[in-house]
């Protein structure tokens, strides 16, 4: 059974700053990427970031390029997404997921395995 597991989201003011976690359990991560996604109230969810596990390759959504960063840590089996610069517009619900590539990929349709999510609300 695979299990994604998010935390570290909260209510934080504008221009400040978060990071989630996401802890991957049940089977062994090392050949997948995995990817943050959000979706705000009455809206899709959206790609954010995406990471390979075997090597440093990421890519970012144009919205949250230089404020986020996505970074993993193989020996934990575990996800970060670094948020800085928070805006209003980053209010959503985040979810953690894992691919079934060893490439990064930047669409939820590559991705079979989903956390429950976690909210990040920024106030303005």
């Known amino acids: 059974q695979v299990q994604l597991v998010e935390s570290g989201g909260k209510l934080v003011q504008a221009g400040g700053s978060l990071r989630l976690s996401c802890a991957a359990s049940?089977?062994?991560?090392?050949?997948?990427?995995m990817g943050w996604f959000r979706q705000a109230p009455g809206k899709e969810r959206d790609f954010v970031a995406a990471i390979s596990w075997i090597d440093d390759r990421t890519a970012y959504a144009d919205s949250v390029k230089g404020r986020f960063t996505i970074s993993r840590d193989n020996a934990k089996n575990t996800m970060y997404l670094q948020m800085n610069s928070l805006k209003p517009e980053d209010t959503a619900v985040y979810y953690c997921?894992?691919?079934?590539?060893?490439?990064?990929?930047?669409?939820?349709?590559?991705?079979?395995?989903w956390g429950q999510g976690t909210q990040v609300t920024v106030s303005s």
């Open positions: 997921a894992a691919s079934l590539s060893v490439n990064v990929k930047t669409s939820r349709l590559n991705y079979p395995y």
């Open positions: 049940g089977r062994t991560f090392s050949r997948n990427g």
